[in-house]
């Protein structure tokens, strides 16, 4: 059974869509056309600039809509959720004392030149995020939170000295495919240093999924809308599996 989906607007299946983005062009009528041509030849039909100005000398933003013919299988995309064991902070505590045995050792770091630790701090900070209390709060994990930009090569220092279970990294800058070369950095530096199967590691960002997480050689991968929990229970469980296979 396969269902095939087209982005909705106006009516199922139309296959609108929006388009928002950056010319190297002064704003005028003629930068307006160049950026609708620029969405027909992409494929896109019934092309329309819905709004075109002038953001700074020789640079002007553009809105575009548009109809797409393409549609996707959804039943055939497999993406599997890291988010797969809800449980409460008493429910993670208690799993870990018995299926685990031990405290949970567990450092977080924004990574490379990034200095957003928004994101870090809502998982490990005690206060938590949206009521949903970080892992320091936890009995069961004993929690490192290193702050912004961290290298990698410290990261894992910091894993080697300190007998870190589950890594956790963290980059919201993604210019130029700098968060890929950041965590790739990191898998790649803790295989050299021969601790990578010791350790949990885990990707965390606003664009992170995952899927690509997992494609770069991580454990898991955490992106928009996690909350504390889904972080402490992926540890928790993926330190219970590993017990048990020794």
Known sequence: MSTY???????KDDGKVQLSFTLPLEWSEAADEAARQLVAKMGFSDVAVAEGRRIAHGFSFFVVYASTPVAVDAD????????AHAMSLDEIDAFVRERVGRNIRIAGACIGTDAHTVGIDAILNMKGYKGDYGLERYKEFVTFNLGSQISVEALVDFAKDNRIDALLASQVVTQKGSDVT???????????EGIRDDVILIAGGPRMTNLLATELGYDAGFGRGTVPSDVAAFVATRMAERIARM
């Open 76 to 83: 055939s995309i497999v993406a599997p959720s890291a988010k």
């Open 5 to 11: 989906v087209k982005p909705y607007g106006d009516t």
């Open 182 to 192: 950041n965590f790739t950095a990191l898998a790649e530096l803790l295989e050299a």
